[in-house]
């Protein structure tokens, strides 16, 4: 049987990266859920922790439990429905860093492995090429050791698990999926190690393209923060 999650995210407010009248962005701790969930010991979550600073901040797009990185949410009707509609697009371009069991063979690569849940396992996610919905990532290595890859992840789109699923199937899994990893790449971390690291959009307001970027808090060799 798998280990559980043990990875627990900070107490406290969120890091706050930037925050104007129409949105906030912000940091969000791996082990820390992005809305409240179902269970009622399962409140805490950037959406609850945020509207502690800003009350009127509101979700715009999800980051899985263990992933951690940046978040963007709206502070108006209007900005929440523009951001929305750039997600919905595929305007919005995001970048991912990783830390995956081996080497690819090729340097750079594409998945475009179709995706749908995996009933009988829920929340996993599944390859199919039959009933599954298009799934598209692109990435590439930055850097290897013995064990492991370093890699940076380009979803084009936005699939439930999508870079987990990806590259566990090219036989790479991300070290501490708790979903996806096999026994030895689990092991090599007590925490998933995936990272939303940067977010490019259009202003909701001005139009005007803004960028954050977030530090990585972990590298080739391991953990390096939280």
Same mark, same amino acid.
């Given at each position: ?16 990266r ?27 979550c /950037?959406? +609850?922790? %945020? @509207?502690?600073?800003?009350? #009127?901040?509101?979700?715009?797009? $999800?980051?899985?439990? =263990?992933?951690?990185?940046l ?13 929305s509609?750039?997600?919905e697009?595929r ?14 063979m090729?340097? /750079?690569? +594409?998945n %475009? @492995?179709?995706?749908r849940? #995996?009933?009988?396992?829920?929340? $996993?996610?599944?390859? =199919? ?5 298009s ?14 890859s370093?890699i ?22 991300i ?6 990893a096999d ?6 971390s ?9 977010l ?7 139009g005007?393209?803004v960028i954050?970027?977030s530090?990585?808090?972990f ?8």
């Amino acid at each position: 049987m798998r280990a559980p999650f043990i990875y627990a995210p900070p107490p406290g407010a969120i890091d706050v990266r930037y925050v104007d009248d129409h949105y906030v962005v912000v940091e969000k701790p791996a082990g820390l859920l992005s809305v409240p969930g179902k269970a009622a010991d399962h409140g805490d979550c /950037v959406e +609850t922790r %945020v @509207q502690c600073q800003f009350a #009127d901040a509101r979700i715009v797009h $999800r980051l899985d439990l =263990d992933t951690s990185g940046l978040m963007v949410m709206a502070r108006t009707a209007q900005a929440h429905r523009r951001l929305s509609q750039q997600f919905e697009r595929r305007e919005v371009r995001k970048r991912y860093v990783a830390r995956i069991w081996g080497r690819p063979m090729s340097p /750079v690569g +594409t998945n %475009v @492995q179709p995706l749908r849940c #995996d009933w009988a396992r829920r929340p $996993r996610q599944m390859v =199919d090429y039959a009933n599954g919905k298009s799934a598209e990532t692109r990435w590439h290595i930055l850097a290897s050791d013995a064990r492991s890859s370093l890699i940076a992840l380009y979803p084009r789109t936005g699939r439930s698990h999508q870079l987990r699923v990806h590259m566990a199937e090219i036989g790479h899994p991300i070290l501490g999926d708790r979903f996806y990893a096999d026994e030895a790449a689990l092991a090599m971390s007590s925490r998933m190690l995936l990272h939303a690291a940067s977010l490019a959009f259009s202003h909701p307001e001005s139009g005007a393209e803004v960028i954050y970027e977030s530090a990585v808090p972990f590298n080739v060799s391991g953990v390096t923060g939280v």
